[in-house]
């Protein structure tokens, strides 16, 4: 069993990273992290009780961050997905795409979406 995480580089990262690590921990598992920011993602003051695998996106700088999560549910055999979201406005939702919604909708997997604040 293995926990996928989305981590954005945006304020959603690390509540949508905390939330991976804790669930986890309660099922006992790995857990991979996949990084959709453009900063490397820096993992070290996690405990050691998490066994956690940080995938840096390697594709051409368009790749869609979709395919690159999508790409490790299926790679690694993954059982749960998570992901943080936040509120948006009917604008933003009619004019830019939500990598969280996508996700949602996409994957093979059960999500656990956690609100961000």
Request: hydrophobic residues 45%; without cysteine.
């Amino acid at each position: 069993m293995t926990i996928i995480v989305a981590v954005p580089g945006t304020s959603e990262g690390p509540v949508a990273l905390r939330a991976g690590i804790e669930e986890a921990r309660s099922l006992g598992t790995d857990l991979v992290a996949v990084n959709l920011g453009i900063v490397e993602l820096d993992v070290s003051d996690v405990d050691a009780d998490v066994r956690i695998t940080v995938v840096e996106r390697t594709g051409r700088g368009d790749r869609d961050p979709v395919d690159a999560v999508l790409d490790q549910i299926d790679r690694r055999g993954a059982t749960r997905l998570v992901i943080a979201v936040r509120r948006r406005s009917l604008v933003s939702k009619a004019v830019l795409g939500s990598v969280s919604q996508r996700l949602i909708l996409n994957s093979p997997i059960p999500v656990l979406a956690v609100k961000a604040d």
